[in-house]
């Protein structure tokens, strides 16, 4: 791959989409009855708050909570972005025990590494405690992290710790047992998009209620991620999001296959000609039909970085 | 064609099913617990508090159990019981405590469940029954052989009195309000057992942990006359705070609390884990394994985690709504009630778990160092004056790393401040005077 193809990290603008497309989805919730703006959104925001910015911005959310387990509390300070964030440092484990159970929330618990049972008693843990209407996403490290420039002898026995590693730690949730099959990158999202499905089904099924699954995107800004998104809810939850114009919108998915979402990079002239011409661009300048068919799918949200002197 | 015919199958219990199979998957030692729970079945109701209220109601002072006492004296020739926990009525004697299995599946107050405990106790251990017991103005007597009784045939499940009087003659044998219990001719296997010094370690070790909260509210509890002592652990309480969680569930009342054992306290498997209670009654103790979510939403129990202690304390009027098994020495894994609580158990858990597992440097860094002097400054409190209120586990460490400060005091001659005061240009005062030498030596020294 050449230079120009990838992406800087700081940007991700994958991620940006990602979080658009989420604000999307929770406004039709609003408008479907679901009050987002008096929910209290918990999320792990790290010194930079992009969503805890967004979410206050676009879904007009007030009650907040960062949670950060870095040992960097007067940098959350510092950089607290309005004076209502509340700050828990520490574990997302120590804030689950403390959570009003009567009030609806929106928590993203957006992990940067691989599923683990930690995670998985996490998840299990908002699902004891959170109150119906309430939405739990979660985003997690998929990435199968094969190092194509290694021997095969060497790629073989990391694949085999892997899967040992994997079959101990989830295989529990896993019909039929971890394979190696699974460790590949279109299958490993899949596959942890499965296993958190069955924890949440198995936590709240105790509850008599169900995880509403609404988003499964997957993105790959440098390492792949997968995020799974949905509202706890029993019957009546089910009845008021079917009734609404929800799975109208394209990017809502309640499979176990998750949509890929895909910023090909491409110029700010490139853009411009793709948004204004429905045909293929092939004839004025090369790009992939892949490309063009990604850029088309979520150019809406497609974010534009331009620097600025502040 | 009709194939049906009058001539009936035999469906009917047998003697030899209760006293000789029902008996075989009962120790000697839940045996005589069963006993017990019999007797010990309807103080809290007597004492007018609920299992559950000890919980930081009382500061740890009152002693709502201390009216009563159960003595139990066990021989290789003989078992005897003695009570004043409130004695059996003439009625229910007659109607109820004889019958094998209850009259109805309504549940009850206490510690009866099944309606088996007491027979099956009987007919595993002896062969001569005296029961005798009085409450209120009534006494009774019934006495009776096993053996006696079996060869009368499936036919005659019938018991008889003895005796049976009012208070103005009960013989002084039988307490007042109370039950006196002696069982003799005791079975051979049995015999061997109560004779061995190992079983009545290991009885004082089940009464100790199985009523450790009836003795902590007061009951006075003997075997072979010395006095039982409650093994509840104490918890460290201030600047640390357990968590506790009450949870409703059906008609059963759930009160959970979890934290860590003192520091200063000798570090013991048998202290940690988790401590489940029915009614006041211990069902599981110290357990470390699947069971209570050890390798499941919490980490396999590792040493590192010695100091942890959770106790959940399930309460209900409904004494079969309650998560035991019939020999009330386990939780029934899949109810519901269990399940739920066992949900909640975790969630309160994890962030006792994640301290402790902060205790250890090799899993980060030098933060540690806060958690482990927080530890050692806890002081212990005892289950019964913990707070009431619902609350996580509290672990204060940034709190106390902004407030931690000590007091300076000292004397010096009045001619030398008086000249600092000078030098310093100001009308400052004594303790403005300390602070800024202080920080004058404390910036040239230590800090630039």
Redesign the interface.
């Known amino acids: 791959m050449s230079s120009y193809e990838k992406f800087n990290y700081l940007v991700r603008p994958a991620k940006q989409i990602e979080r658009k497309l989420l604000i999307e989805g929770l406004h039709q919730l609003s408008a479907s009855g679901f009050p987002i703006r008096r929910y209290r959104y918990v999320g792990f925001g790290s010194p930079f708050y992009a969503d805890f910015v967004l979410f206050h911005k676009y879904l007009y959310i007030e009650d907040m909570l960062c949670v950060e387990g870095s040992d960097i509390r007067r940098r959350m300070k510092f950089n607290r972005p309005f004076p209502k964030v509340a700050l828990h440092m520490g574990k997302a484990s120590g804030v689950i025990p403390k959570l009003d159970r009567e009030k609806r929330h929106i928590v993203w618990v957006d992990y940067d590494y691989q599923l683990t049972p930690d995670m998985l008693s996490d998840l299990a843990g908002f699902a004891v405690t959170l109150c119906p209407d309430s939405v739990l996403i979660v985003t997690v490290d998929a990435d199968p992290r094969v190092f194509d420039d290694l021997p095969e002898d060497i790629v073989n026995q990391i694949r085999d710790f892997r899967l040992k590693k994997l079959t101990e730690e989830i295989g529990r949730w896993v019909d039929g047992g971890v394979k190696k099959s699974h460790l590949t990158r279109p299958a490993l999202p899949t596959l942890y998009a499965s296993v958190i499905r069955s924890r949440l089904h198995d936590a709240l099924s105790i509850r008599k209620l169900e995880f509403l699954q609404l988003f499964n995107f997957s993105y790959a800004d440098g390492r792949q991620m997968l995020s799974i998104g949905g509202m706890i809810g029993g019957a009546e939850q089910k009845r008021r999001l079917q009734a609404s114009d929800i799975y109208q919108l394209k990017f809502i998915n309640d499979t176990e296959k998750p949509i890929v979402i895909s910023a090909p990079p491409l110029t700010q002239r490139e853009r411009l000609w793709l948004d204004q011409n429905a045909k293929s661009p092939l004839k004025e300048f090369e790009i992939k039909a892949e490309d063009v068919s990604n850029y088309r799918r979520f150019y809406r949200y497609y974010p534009s970085y331009f620097e600025a002197l502040l | 064609m009709d194939n049906t015919s009058e001539e009936k199958v035999d469906g009917r219990p047998t003697k030899a099913f209760f006293v000789d199979m029902l008996t075989r998957d009962i120790s000697v030692t839940a045996s005589i617990l069963d006993l017990c729970d019999n007797a010990l079945g309807r103080t809290f109701e007597l004492a007018d508090i609920d299992a559950s209220y000890f919980l930081g109601a009382m500061n740890g002072k009152q002693k709502p159990l201390k009216p009563f006492y159960l003595h139990l004296k066990v021989t290789p020739s003989a078992i005897s019981m003695e009570d004043n926990c409130g004695g059996i009525s003439i009625d229910h004697a007659r109607e109820d405590i004889f019958r094998l299995g209850k009259t109805d599946d309504s549940g009850e107050t206490g510690l009866s469940v099944y309606g088996i405990g007491m027979k099956r106790a009987f007919f595993k251990l002896a062969d001569h029954v005296s029961l005798r017991s009085s409450h209120k103005n009534e006494w009774f007597d019934i006495t009776f052989d096993v053996s006696k009784w079996r060869n009368k045939g499936d036919d005659d499940w019938s018991l008889k009195f003895t005796h049976t009087g009012t208070a103005k003659d009960r013989p002084d044998a039988i307490p007042k309000n109370g039950t006196l219990i002696e069982l003799k001719t005791i079975r051979p296997g049995v015999r061997d057992i109560l004779g061995q010094k190992s079983f009545r370690n290991d009885l004082r070790d089940r009464l100790q942990s199985a009523y450790s909260l009836f003795v902590k509210l007061g009951l006075d509890l003997r075997l072979d006359g010395v006095r039982i002592e409650s093994t509840t652990p104490d918890l460290a309480d201030e600047p640390l705070k357990p968590?506790r969680?009450t949870l409703k569930l059906d008609d059963v009342r759930a009160v959970l609390v979890a934290g860590l054992t003192p520091k200063a306290t000798l570090a013991n498997a048998s202290n940690s884990g988790w401590f489940v209670y029915c009614n006041g009654r211990l069902v599981l103790d110290a357990d470390k394994g699947r069971t209570t979510g050890w390798g499941d939403?919490?980490p396999q129990w590792h040493s590192k985690f010695l100091h942890f202690a959770g106790f959940v304390f399930f309460t209900s009027n409904n004494s079969l709504a309650l998560p035991w098994t019939t020999t009330k020495q386990g939780v029934v894994e899949d109810s519901?009630v269990f399940?739920?609580a066992k949900?909640?158990m975790?969630?309160?858990a994890?962030?006792v778990i994640?301290f402790l597992s902060r205790q250890y440097p090799s899993d980060v860094?030098d933060?540690s160092v806060q958690e482990r002097i927080l530890f050692e400054k806890a002081r212990p409190v005892s289950l019964t004056s913990l707070s009431k209120t619902d609350r996580?586990?509290v672990a204060p460490l940034?709190k106390m790393k902004a407030k931690a400060q000590t007091k300076i005091q000292y004397f010096r001659p009045t001619a030398q401040v008086e000249r600092v005061r000078e030098k310093l240009g100001k009308k400052l005062s004594l303790y403005e005077i300390g602070g800024r030498t202080f920080d004058y030596f404390y910036r040239a020294e230590i800090d630039e």
């Open positions: 968590a969680k939403d919490l519901e399940i739920r949900q909640e975790q969630v309160q994890r962030p994640d860094g933060e996580a586990f940034p």
